[in-house]
C-alpha cells in the first residue's frame, strides 16, 4: 500500500468545496434549524454522553464524504492529509498546544487510552518497568478506560491502586486529599507509580477535578507520567494543556465540541522523547512516520468527523463569546436546572457548582427504591419509553460499601439514585420540566424499582 503524502498537496484542484460561511450572530431560530434532525418528541437533556452535531457541520462532512466517493485516489492522495493538519491545527489552537504536531486526532477517548496503555504494557514487558509497579487511577475511571488498564497494563505485570472520590457533596480539597492517601499507599514499600491516570470531569457520577492541582502533586511525588482523560472536558471547560502540565492529554471532539461522531485527540508534548515511542494499535503503512501520521491513515475507512473539525470552530463563533461563552452559558443553565429539579423533587446537588461542568447530578427521591445498577437502567429505559425522556441515571454504591451515611431526601430517604443532566445550546426549559414532572408522577403513583425487577410487576401509566 502506498503511504499518505507527507508534503504540500494540489489541495485547491481536490479539496472538499467549502461551507458558506455564517458570519452573522446565531439565533435562537437558527440554534433551532441548525438541530432540526433531533427527535422533537424526545426531552434530550443527555448530551453528555453521544454529544451533538449542527446540520452546517454535517453538511460539510457529506462533501467530504461525497469528495472521496466521486475521485478516492485524488481525495487519498491529495486531499486526506492537507484536511487532517487543518483539523489538527484547529485543535492545538483551541487547546493550547505549541503546534500542530503535538495533536493526534483518534477515533475516541478510549483509542487515546489503548494507545497509552499499549506502551506501557511495552514498558512492563521489555523490563523497563518492574513487575509491581503501579497504575493510579480513580474508583470513578470510565470503564473502557478501566478496562484498557486492566487488558494491557495488568496483564503485563503492574498492580493497580483506585483512588475513592467523595460522592456527593465532594470538594476539591476532598478530592485532594483521597487523591494524596491513594498515592502514598501506591508508593508503599518503595513501589515506583509508573503511570496516573486522571479525569478531567468524570463521567459518572459527573465531577469537575482539580486536574491542574493533582497533575502537580503528582509531579512532587515522582510519578513517571500523567494521563489526563478529559473525555467530557473540550466545550466544557476552558483546556491549556500546557498549564495542566500532564503528559498525555485527551478529549472527545464529538462530546461538547460539535463534531460528528466519532473524533478525538490526543495531545503529547513534542519535547518530550516518549513521542516517537507511541504507536497507534492499528498498524498501517505509516507505522514509524510519528503518532499524528499513523492515526492520519490506518486504512480506507470514514476520515470525515476529523476533517470537519475547522467547520465546528466556525459554527461555535456565530455564539457570543465562542466557545467559551456557549461553556459559561450551560453552566449557569444546568445549575439554574438542577437546583430546580433538586428543590422539586426534595433532594439537592451530587457536587457543589464549582465542581460541575455542563454536567450535574441530581438526587433522586429515595422512595423509587434504586438499590443496584440494573435499577437504574430499568429507570432510565422507563423514563425513555414511557415519558420520552432521555437522561443517564447513577447509582450510588460507594456508601453502602465504604459504611458511610447514605445522604437522604426531604422525607428522611436514603438517596441511591442520581440523574445526570446536561445542558447544551438546544436545550429548552421544557424539557427539564418534564423529567421534573415524569418523577413526580412516579412518586405519586407509588412506585418503586421493586416492580421493574424481574421478578416484580411493571407500573402500568
Not at 473502557?144 to 493497580?160: C, D, E, F, P
Not at 516517537?276 to 476520515?303: C, F, K, T
Not at 455564539?319 to 456557549?326: A, D, K, Q, R, S
Not at 429507570?379 to 456508601?399: G, Q, W
Request: glycine fraction near 8%; charged fraction near 20%; aromatic fraction near 8%.
Amino acid at each position: 500500500m502506498a503511504s499518505a503524502p507527507h508534503g504540500d498537496a494540489p489541495e485547491e484542484r481536490n479539496a472538499a468545496p467549502p461551507a458558506k460561511r455564517a458570519s452573522a450572530p446565531i439565533t435562537e431560530a437558527g440554534i433551532r434549524a441548525e438541530f432540526a434532525h433531533h427527535d422533537g418528541t424526545v426531552a434530550r437533556v443527555n448530551n453528555g454522553t453521544f454529544g451533538c452535531c449542527p446540520a452546517s457541520v454535517l453538511a460539510a462532512r457529506a462533501r467530504w464524504q461525497r469528495l472521496f466517493l466521486s475521485q478516492p485516489d485524488a481525495f487519498y492522495f491529495d486531499a486526506l492529509q492537507p484536511g487532517l493538519a487543518r483539523s489538527r491545527a484547529a485543535v492545538a489552537a483551541a487547546v493550547g498546544a505549541c503546534d500542530a504536531s503535538e495533536v493526534s486526532l483518534v477515533d475516541n477517548a478510549t483509542t487515546a487510552a489503548a494507545i497509552i496503555m499499549q506502551h506501557v504494557a511495552w514498558s512492563f514487558a521489555e523490563g523497563a518497568f518492574a513487575r509491581g509497579d503501579v497504575v493510579l487511577m480513580l474508583h470513578y475511571t470510565y470503564s473502557s478506560v478501566k478496562n484498557s488498564i486492566h487488558a494491557y497494563v495488568v496483564r503485563a505485570g503492574a498492580t493497580v491502586v483506585e483512588v475513592p472520590l467523595p460522592f456527593p457533596g465532594a470538594s476539591p480539597g476532598a478530592v485532594v486529599a483521597e487523591f494524596r492517601a491513594a498515592l502514598a499507599l501506591a508508593k508503599a514499600g518503595g513501589r515506583s507509580v509508573r503511570l496516573a491516570v486522571i479525569d478531567h470531569i468524570t463521567s459518572m457520577p459527573s465531577v469537575l477535578l482539580p486536574v491542574k492541582e493533582l497533575v502537580a502533586i503528582c509531579r512532587e511525588e515522582g510519578v513517571d507520567k500523567v494521563f489526563v482523560d478529559g473525555a467530557h472536558a473540550i466545550g466544557q471547560v476552558p483546556i491549556d494543556v500546557r498549564d495542566i502540565g500532564a503528559d498525555f492529554y485527551t478529549s472527545n471532539l464529538h462530546k461538547w465540541f460539535f463534531c460528528p461522531s466519532a473524533v478525538a485527540f490526543l495531545h503529547i508534548r513534542k519535547d518530550d522523547p516518549i513521542a516517537s515511542q507511541l504507536h497507534h494499535p492499528v498498524v498501517s503503512s505509516e507505522y514509524g512516520n510519528g503518532l499524528p501520521m499513523e492515526s492520519a491513515w490506518i486504512g480506507v475507512r470514514d476520515y470525515s468527523a476529523q476533517l470537519v473539525v475547522p467547520d465546528a470552530v466556525d459554527f461555535m463563533s456565530r455564539f457570543e463569546g465562542g466557545i467559551e461563552g456557549i461553556s459559561r452559558r450551560n453552566h449557569d443553565k444546568v445549575i439554574e436546572m438542577g437546583t430546580m429539579l433538586a428543590e422539586a423533587w426534595g433532594t439537592f446537588l451530587g457536587s457543589p457548582p464549582e465542581m460541575c461542568g455542563s454536567m450535574a447530578m441530581v438526587g433522586l427521591p429515595g422512595c423509587l427504591g434504586i438499590e443496584s445498577n440494573g435499577d437504574a437502567m430499568r429507570v432510565r429505559d422507563m423514563l425513555r419509553n414511557e415519558f420520552k425522556v432521555e437522561v443517564p441515571i447513577f447509582h450510588n454504591s460507594r456508601s453502602v460499601e465504604e459504611g458511610q451515611e447514605m445522604a437522604k431526601d426531604a422525607k428522611g430517604d436514603q438517596v441511591t439514585g442520581y440523574v445526570r443532566i446536561s445542558h447544551q445550546v438546544y436545550n429548552v426549559r421544557e424539557e427539564y420540566e418534564a423529567l421534573r414532572d415524569a418523577v413526580h408522577k412516579l412518586v405519586l403513583a407509588g412506585f418503586s424499582c421493586s416492580k421493574l425487577r424481574p421478578s416484580g410487576k411493571v407500573l402500568s401509566n
